[in-house]
């Protein structure tokens, strides 16, 4: 699959496709259901299957800090959707540049002249270039006169709901772990690569990996047993704590897994930590002693999750 990052890397005339546009944080069963539809037309037209996404997402370029949690970095969002068997992704830089450009622009100058579009599928509810102004009804009067052909997704429900993001987002906060994974057809996972932290895990038995979360927050909190994978060997089980660690003053918030019976060297490696089940709530203790003794019980309940015996 071919990532191309940022408009300017686009070829001068890209050789057609079939499009479809949007954030896909989650990658969610909706989201499969439009790829699977994409590659059908796809198929049909011989012209390779297209996904432009943003980078940042629309929302957190306005909202900043305000804006929703995100589920999927760009890393395993591409991963995604290349397991998913798209050919290609654009990934548009979302600045105030993009997000200045008009509608008409965007579909004359983008859709038809850099990509070839032929085919597009989006949402009804799609808006698109500067203050909106764009949506699905002009997407077909500019279709039909530049002669691409556009339809919209249909809806992919579950108990009468549309999934979407933020239906994902809800159930991750509430801690619907099983909810959240039906509605993406996978567990949900955070990735990233493991930096140093104080190396105080280490002085009281629990040596963490520590993953940053790049100043985005997860849009879960607490300690889970997970299950870590990317490091060749695995997927190796573990308890992981996400939050901001305030009984050692923390304030960002992290991502720090301790593997069951085992040490590696992690330093530098990216891991995958799939979230399997949430143990607690984040606590602040009075002394480093109660951290520790509640950490050993996390490591008994994480064992008795995964069905695992104490080592000898
Ligand atoms: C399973 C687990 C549970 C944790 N729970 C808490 C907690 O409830 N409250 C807290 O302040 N820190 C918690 N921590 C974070 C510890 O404070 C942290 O691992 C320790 O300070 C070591 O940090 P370091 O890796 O930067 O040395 C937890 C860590 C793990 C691995
Ligand atoms: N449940 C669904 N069924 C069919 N298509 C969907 C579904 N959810 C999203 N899509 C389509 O997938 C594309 C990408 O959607 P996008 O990720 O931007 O939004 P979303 O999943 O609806 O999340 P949000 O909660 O942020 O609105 C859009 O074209 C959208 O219409």
Redesign the pocket.
Known sequence: MKLIRGIHNLQAHYPGCVL???????F????Q??IAQLQTEGRRRGLPVMVMIFEPQPQEHFAGAAA?ARLTRLRDKVKYLAEAGVDAVLCVTFNQRFAAMDAKSFVSQLLVDKLGVKFL???D??RFGAGRQGDFAFLQQASQAAGFEVMS?????EGGK??????VREALNNDHLVVAEMLMGHPYRLSGRVEHGQALGRTIGFPTANVSLKGRPAPINGVYAVEVLGIGVGPLAGVANVGTRPTVAGSVQRLEVHLLDMTLDLYGQHIEVVIRAKLRNEQRFASFDELKRQIANDVVNAREFFGLQAPL
Do not use: K, W
């Open positions: 479809t546009i949007g954030n896909f944080d989650g969610h069963r909706g989201h259901a439009l929703p599928c989006v949402g509810d799609f997704t249909s809806t992919y429900t549309r999934i979407s993001s933020t239906l």
